[in-house]
């Protein structure tokens, strides 16, 4: 099993508002390998220099993703493109605090979409996103 280093994945952002829930596990697998060979699966809260560039690098996993993970994928998606805005709210603090409310209150299901994607991808891909 391929183990990604174990700083180098905070949270596995797939992104897929649209994914389609007829992609296949072999294009879905390709499309994680390249992701982690690219290092696009990583994303750092103390970097946001880079969020909206990992929501669009990432469209492209959610194109392929299969229908057994697409309701995850979409709540992932939706974590960093708040994540995203939340950045660039920048001094709106208004913006700011309820774009960070709705992040907490998403937590468990973030969580929970998470914990899925990477049990598929390791069981489905062979491919250990927790660096362990």
Request: negative net charge; contains cysteine.
């Amino acid at each position: 099993m391929r183990t990604v280093p174990a700083g180098a994945v905070a949270m596995l952002l797939v992104v897929g508002a649209c994914s389609d829930p007829g992609g296949s596990r072999a294009q879905f697998c390709e499309q994680v390998e390249v992701g982690v060979a690219e290092n696009i699966t990583v994303f750092s809260p103390d970097d946001p220099t880079d969020a909206d560039e990992v929501v669009r690098e990432l469209d492209a996993l959610a194109e392929v993703a299969p229908g057994e993970i697409d309701a995850d994928i979409d709540v992932l998606r939706d974590a960093v493109a708040r994540i995203a805005e939340i950045f660039a709210a920048g001094t709106d603090s208004d913006a700011v605090a309820r774009l960070q409310r709705e992040q907490t209150d998403a937590e468990p299901d973030i969580t929970a979409a998470q914990d899925a994607v990477v049990t598929y991808v390791a069981g489905e891909c062979d491919i250990d996103l927790t660096g362990g």
